[in-house]
């Protein structure tokens, strides 16, 4: 393991705040990933025996 010199750290961590506030590219609608529910069947049915 290797030690991080102050500067070098201060740095670091200016660059990854920066990084944080800056927006992430715009996506799309078309091309962007919907996640959430799809249209599942609650349950099964079964066959009446008979």
Do not use: F, N
């Amino acid at each position: 393991m290797r030690t991080v010199s102050e500067g070098d750290w201060l740095s670091y961590l200016a660059k990854s705040k920066q990084k944080k506030l800056e927006p992430e590219a715009a996506v799309s609608p078309e091309v962007q990933l919907i996640v959430g529910e799809t249209y599942v069947a609650k349950g099964t049915k079964r066959k009446k025996r008979g």
